[in-house]
């Protein structure tokens, strides 16, 4: 019963570097999230994907990229990392238009010096 | 434009008391729904409880009950006999469709619950 799963959970890099963040999802789910978590700003939503090859901008997309090539998988890119990108992200899935509960992955810890 | 508020950034509850975590919306669609997640300090976060806009009852989930007041748009979560287990960072969330369709949930700052032995 993996669920949600983030790869990685621990990250350190350097101002400019790129790296992708992996979420990978057993459910069957269409609906995949990625938000970051902030102190004092609750969650925010990065970018989301309503199913395979489709993908949409959420609150605070700026610095970022996604893609969903494959439905039980959802990447987040960072091209160029920045200091303000040092976050806890979230990766989470859905699966009913009804209730919208989401079902979360771990989160990965993302240090940008 | 959606949008969650909790006003308490942090509460202090004696053991076995029950607690009240306020949270007010803000929303023009007359379809929506409303969650309470918990993030425990390991960092995952947890679905507790749901309440649907039309829903005529509030919601209740074991020792977990919301109190949906949809003229006031709150939608307080109750925690009857606290737990140590308990202390955690409590989120509101309301669920809206986006252009595709789909539900998106947009979350509030949160409230850290601490209880006290």
């Known amino acids: 019963n993996a669920g949600v799963t983030q790869t990685p959970k621990f990250r350190v890099l350097k101002t400019g570097q790129s790296m992708t963040l992996l979420c990978a999802q057993d459910?069957?789910?269409?609906?995949m999230y990625w938000y970051r978590q902030d102190p004092g700003m609750g969650l925010r939503l990065i970018h989301y994907s309503v199913g395979e090859g489709t993908t949409a901008k959420g609150e605070v997309p700026d610095g970022y990229n996604v893609s969903r090539l494959k439905k039980q998988n959802f990447l987040l890119g960072l091209e160029s990392a920045a200091p303000s990108q040092t976050s806890v992200y979230f990766c989470?899935?859905?699966?009913?238009?009804?209730?919208?509960?989401?079902?979360f992955g771990e989160g990965s810890r993302l240090t940008v010096l | 434009a959606q949008k969650i508020t909790q006003t308490q950034p942090g509460m202090f509850v004696q053991e076995k008391e029950a607690v009240t975590l306020d949270c007010t919306y803000d929303t023009s669609d007359p379809s929506y729904g409303l969650f309470w997640y918990k993030q425990p300090s390991s960092g995952e976060m947890i679905f507790l409880i749901y309440?649907?806009?039309?829903?005529?009852q509030n919601a209740t989930e074991g020792r977990y009950s919301l109190n949906f007041q949809k003229a006031r748009k709150s939608a307080n979560l109750v925690i009857s006999a606290s737990q140590l287990g308990d202390s955690a960072m409590y989120f509101c969330?309301?669920?809206?469709?986006?252009?595709?369709?789909?539900?998106?949930?947009?979350f509030g700052t949160g409230t850290r619950l601490t209880i006290i032995p």
């Open positions: 989470a899935s859905s699966y009913s238009q009804d209730t919208g509960e989401l079902f």
């Open positions: 459910m069957n789910h269409e609906y």
């Open positions: 969330a309301m669920s809206y469709l986006s252009n595709f369709g789909n539900e998106k949930l947009t």
């Open positions: 309440q649907g806009s039309y829903d005529q």
